[in-house]
């Protein structure tokens, strides 16, 4: 089989840079769980036949269907290597909580925000009629998934079920709250009608893999310096979390995957008591 690029190369005059972006976005945005890559294939030549028509010429439907199967090869190959959590992951695990604590979570539904909030309601409607308590719901559409995939971080949609503004805001900030467990960098203004956005990230949503098991967080722990420097860390996602704001307001941060965080966090955490840190009694991040 020809290599994606080997495609993209021999058969320009067919493949635009539209066509080449809406095949990885079909691609690498499919939200659909497989156990083999043969029982996967005919899946995602259905998803290249149906797009096809709305990005290439008629004669070039096979190119663009043999494209997104190369793709769909290559990216096969390239999860089975995936040997730490990813943020996709992270919020995964952030879902389920909401999820399980009666907050609706939904990835990738519908179009729209009308179409999600369509599915999102029937959803809350079947939950309702099994009497789940449901106080409201998050979730990301079809065209959020584009920007995702496209290394542009995601917009939440959120509400209330009882529709008012104060509940709203509730879910929000539970929503914030599982996120940042779970290590995923997100803000929110605090307006009602505007969306959370979670920062830009590599997206690596699995299709045939289970990420490794999760180890327990370890909760943000802030630390001063007399000159004025603040360090912050934290165990989550499987890797070490670490913030400094240095003695001119800059924020450094950066994450490293660990096989065991507590150990990791306990050593830096002694690292900085050496070097003049003391605890500032907040477990909150910088």
């Known amino acids: 089989m020809d290599t994606a690029a080997t495609i993209a190369t021999e058969y320009a005059h067919q493949l635009d840079a539209a066509a080449l972006r809406r095949a990885r976005i079909l691609v690498r945005g499919t939200a659909e769980r497989f156990k083999t890559l043969d029982g996967s294939t005919n899946y995602i030549l259905a998803c290249a036949s149906e797009a096809a028509p709305e990005v290439v010429a008629a004669s070039a439907t096979n190119t663009f269907r043999a494209y997104c199967r190369a793709l769909w090869s290559e990216d096969f190959a390239l999860e089975q290597r995936w040997a730490d959590r990813t943020t996709n992951d992270a919020i995964d ?24 909030w369509a599915e999102v309601n029937a959803r809350i409607a079947s939950l309702g009629s099994k009497k789940k308590k449901v106080l409201g719901a ?3 559409h079809s065209q959020d998934v584009e920007r995702g995939v496209e290394g542009e971080g995601l917009l939440l949609t959120f509400g209330a ?18 996120l940042r467990a779970e290590g995923v960098a997100c803000e929110w203004s ?7 956005r979670i920062a830009p990230f590599a997206w690596k949503k699995r ?4 990420p490794p098991e999760r180890q327990a967080p370890v909760p943000w722990r802030t630390f001063v310096h007399p000159d004025g420097r603040v360090w912050s860390v934290a165990g989550l996602n ?21 096989k ?6 306990a050593a830096l955490t002694n690292e900085q008591l050496a070097e003049g840190f003391t605890p500032s009694g907040s477990s909150m991040r910088i």
Request: proline share 0%.
């Open 190 to 196: 605090g307006e009602i009608d505007a969306r959370i």
């Open 138 to 140: 998050v979730f990301y």
């Open 260 to 265: 065991d965080i507590a150990t990791d966090v």
């Open 161 to 178: 079920l009882d529709g008012t503004d104060e509940s709203a805001s509730a879910v929000a900030n539970a929503v914030l709250d599982a």
């Open 93 to 116: 695990e952030a879902f389920t909580r909401l999820d399980r604590s009666g907050i609706v979570a939904m990835q990738n539904v519908g179009g729209t925000q009308a179409m999600g």
């Open 238 to 258: 499987n890797r070490v979390c670490v913030r400094m704001r240095d003695i001119d307001g800059d924020i450094l941060e950066r994450q490293t995957a660990s």
């Open 207 to 210: 299709r045939w893999t289970k």
